[in-house]
């Protein structure tokens, strides 16, 4: 497959034409480059509440609640455009309010399949602001999807930095990392995390960012990023492990292709076996003995 990693700025739009002719001029770019996955970030749905009006896209609370009232049009506008282009569409996350979860929001994103299938899967771990101002919380469980392009899982930005959450997601072919990062540090931890799952699981990750300001925004007022799409560091991937990088803060589409046949081959017969050595680490990783050292 080829993965569409995006690095995309929230635009102060002032009107819902406007939001849908942006994200399909995204997926018709990418479409035409031959992508098969495409990833908007994290939060990348908050240009929505801009729709509301300044004043309620200034105003934290208010602003959640405007994005969150929107999700059912993005959703259904995504689902169009992944069976108009035949992609496969991780959309931008939004905090949504489920009453099923409680009454704040989770940090949502939806995954949506050209002939129609759509699911959601939420952050599981929040950040400090997250906690407080926002007061988001965890959501539904894990998801793994089975798809025609092989089995995806989704990480939402600081999701990536727990191991226990990629072995959870031990069996997918590649992951996805929507991110949203304030500072240059912030964006370095969940690169790192993201290559850093890759190497455990010896699979393909990407993370896709949010780009540029957006002072009007209270969770997502500046932001840093690029896109970038990552291997094991191993037979039949680069050294590096990284298949492809953007340049930092500069929007746009960061490509790479997946192959599923590679990704087999380095499970089975990896000049390292980090996967299926994961268990041996049972029984080891207890509190180490103290010795004392003059």
């Not at 479409?31 to 749905?45: I, T």
């Not at 009006?53 to 602003?63: F, I, K, Q, W, Y």
């Not at 108009?84 to 949502?108: E, F, M, Q, T």
Request: negative net charge; glycine residues 12%.
């Amino acid at each position: 497959m080829k993965i569409a990693s995006a690095a995309y700025p929230i635009d102060a739009l002032d009107s819902w034409q406007g939001y849908a002719d942006k994200i399909e001029a995204w997926v018709a770019e990418a479409a035409g480059q031959g992508a098969d996955l495409l990833m908007f970030p994290e939060y990348a749905a908050m240009e929505l509440a801009m729709l509301a009006g300044r004043d309620v896209a200034t105003d934290l609370e208010p602003s959640l609640r405007a994005v969150s009232d929107r999700m059912p049009e993005a959703d259904a506008l995504n689902s169009r455009l992944a069976g108009k282009y035949g992609v496969h569409i991780l959309g931008g996350s939004a905090p949504v309010y489920d009453d099923a979860i409680g009454p704040r929001p989770v940090n949502r994103a939806a995954f949506f399949a050209p002939g129609g299938g759509k699911g959601v899967v939420d952050k599981q771990i929040m950040t400090r602001w997250e906690r407080e101002p926002m007061a988001c919380v965890g959501g539904g469980p894990l998801k793994v999807f089975d798809t025609a392009l092989g089995r995806i899982g989704v990480l939402i930005c600081y999701d990536c930095e727990f191991p226990l959450l990629g072995r959870a997601l031990q069996d997918v072919d590649v992951l996805l990392v929507p991110s949203c990062t304030e500072t240059l540090a912030g964006y370095w931890r969940v690169r790192i995390g993201a290559m850093a799952r890759a190497l455990e699981q010896q699979c393909v990750s990407a993370m896709s960012s949010l780009v540029g300001p957006a002072d009007w925004c209270e969770v997502c007022d500046v932001n840093t990023g690029a896109g970038g799409i990552f291997g094991p560091p191993d037979r039949g991937f680069p050294p590096t492990g990284v298949l492809a990088a953007g340049d930092l803060d500069a929007p746009g589409w960061t490509y790479a292709e997946a192959d599923l046949e590679k990704i087999a081959e380095v499970r089975a017969d990896g000049g390292v076996l980090n996967r299926t050595h994961w268990t041996e680490q049972a029984g080891r990783d207890g509190a180490p003995t103290v010795e004392q050292l003059q």
